[in-house]
């Protein structure tokens, strides 16, 4: 499973609040992706530019990947305390990144945003 299959997922979950609509179908994802069914936490952080706009992070691993990643995208994107929810405009602009707190040591993958700056 690629790093940009992760990075989607949690962009979808942002997605599905924004457009009040459900974007993931989480049995298909987990037939598809068996890895998704184990406990791993998670760290999502939102950027615009270089500035956080947005953070969550999982201090177990209760849930499963899948889960963790839409949890925490949520999260971060709506209910940080340090900032207002993330608006559309905003989100169109923002880079996730995502964190992955495995054995071997966290591993980190981060996306670009959908508009660029002008």
Known sequence: MSQSVLLTIAR????EVLRAEKMIDRAE??????????HIATQINL???NDIRGS????STSRSLLD???????IAA???ENFSPLVTSEYLRTS????LFSADGP???KDTPILKES
């Open 68 to 74: 963790d990643i839409i949890h925490n995208a949520k």
């Open 56 to 59: 969550a992070k999982s201090v």
């Open 107 to 109: 591993l980190s993958h």
């Open 78 to 80: 709506f209910q940080d």
């Open 12 to 15: 979808h979950s942002i997605e």
């Open 29 to 38: 994802l987990l037939d598809q992706y068996p890895v998704l069914g184990e």
């Open 47 to 49: 950027y615009l530019g």
């Open 96 to 99: 996730v990144e995502l964190i």
